[in-house]
């Protein structure tokens, strides 16, 4: 009963979190948030967490910080965000360091953290889609 328990935690706590970044994304851009949350899991199975994360931190950042006021960002930030809050704790790293910090991880650790994000990105693409409709 108590694994039931933990697993409905974690997943509340996904959903929860998503839930809010999803809302904060529709209010930037919603169509925009919409796509590129959508388009994640699959350059992360294609290309591995750390070369889909560069490729959003590549696209967002200006003099090597996220700027969130970019899409790229926004969930370059979220994804960061959700890692560091997580109670499992799973990955240590500074703001702006998850990719250096991914490529320097044991591949344990490294899949751990990519089933962690997509189980995430589940939740985040539902809710950016219900965002999208409600703005249509």
């Known amino acids: ?11 509340s706590g996904r959903a929860s979190f998503a839930y809010n970044c999803a809302k ?5 851009n919603s169509s925009e948030y919409k ?8 350059l992360i199975k294609t290309n591995g967490l750390a070369s889909a994360l560069s490729f959003y931190f590549a696209n967002s950042a200006s003099e090597g910080k996220v700027n969130t006021n ?11 965000d959700w890692l560091k809050k997580d ?3 799973l990955i240590k790293f500074e703001q702006d360091k998850l990719v250096g910090v991914l490529l320097d991880t044991d591949s ?5 953290v990519t089933t962690e994000v997509m189980a995430f990105l589940t939740w985040l693409r539902r809710f950016a889609d219900a965002f999208a ?4």
């Open 70 to 80: 970019k899409t790229y960002g926004l969930i370059y930030r979220q994804i960061e």
């Open 35 to 42: 796509s590129y949350v959508k388009k994640l899991p699959m």
């Open 133 to 136: 409709k409600d703005k249509d």
């Open 24 to 28: 904060k994304g529709a209010e930037q």
């Open 87 to 89: 109670n499992k704790s």
């Open 1 to 11: 009963m108590t694994n039931i328990n933990t697993i409905k935690k974690l997943e």
């Open 108 to 112: 344990n650790t490294y899949r751990v």
